[in-house]
């Protein structure tokens, strides 16, 4: 295992390292405190341990890596991610997973406003809660609240599956409550697995878009 030192190594060193073409496959970030941008644009299939908490974008752009964080992460976690694994021990601040186009974000506790905004294709699995315009112009993929969610949950959001386990405070415009079929509990409960949380996919209820904003009308202008 390689082991990089922050109290003595630069942010730039440790991404440097990440993205050269060497031989180390497993990785130990010590002293991370906070600092920001670590382990951005990894393209390589190497397992990381970050050892303390992250500040804003940490794992972003990920491809391949498989990142832990034993802490909490701030402003966008795994933004962009394109393939890969990224789990956050602690909580996640706002915008967790925002774009991000596939690959497997866990966030053992809660994350703040706007996750998984814009989400293309990422599977989000949160233990706790979220904040509010979460899945706003949610695209593709598959967001799991094993909490409550916040206001605006999947404001004019397109085919993303959300699933929630406890309460929405509200739902934002064309996100509608949607049946939950045998296919869908299936999906969640592989979810679930993966993510390593002992919930039942029979303990969900789904949400989706009614498709209502798909093409402009001028009598939904308001919604827009």
Not at 34 to 60: M, R, T, W
Not at 125 to 144: D, E, K, N, P, T
Not at 198 to 205: L, S
């Amino acid at each position: 295992m390689k082991t990089i030192d922050l109290s003595t190594a630069t942010v730039r060193d440790l991404n440097q390292a990440l993205h050269a073409q060497v031989l180390d496959h497993e990785w130990r970030v010590t002293h991370s405190n906070g600092k920001h941008n670590l382990a951005v644009g990894v393209n390589q299939p190497v397992s990381i341990d970050i050892e303390g908490h992250a500040g804003y974008y940490c794992a972003g752009m990920n491809q391949q890596a498989s990142i832990t964080v034993h802490g909490n992460v701030g402003v966008g976690c795994a933004e962009n991610m394109m393939s890969g694994s990224v789990r956050v021990k602690g909580s996640a601040s706002q915008a967790a997973g925002a774009t991000a186009h596939g690959g497997l974000l866990v966030i053992e506790g809660d994350a703040g406003a706007r996750c998984g905004i814009s989400m293309k294709g990422i599977d989000i699995v949160v233990g706790g809660s979220i904040g509010h315009m979460s899945c706003f112009m949610g695209q593709a993929g598959r967001l799991v609240v094993c909490g409550d969610a916040g206001d605006a949950l999947g404001d004019s959001l397109y085919e993303t599956h959300i699933y929630v386990k406890g309460t929405v405070e509200s739902l934002g415009s064309d996100c509608v409550e949607k049946e939950m079929r045998s296919e869908h509990l299936q999906e969640l409960q592989e979810l679930l697995d993966r993510a390593g949380f002992a919930h039942q996919a029979a303990d969900f209820k789904r949400y989706g878009s009614a498709r209502q904003l798909y093409n402009f009308k001028v009598d939904n202008a308001s919604a827009y």
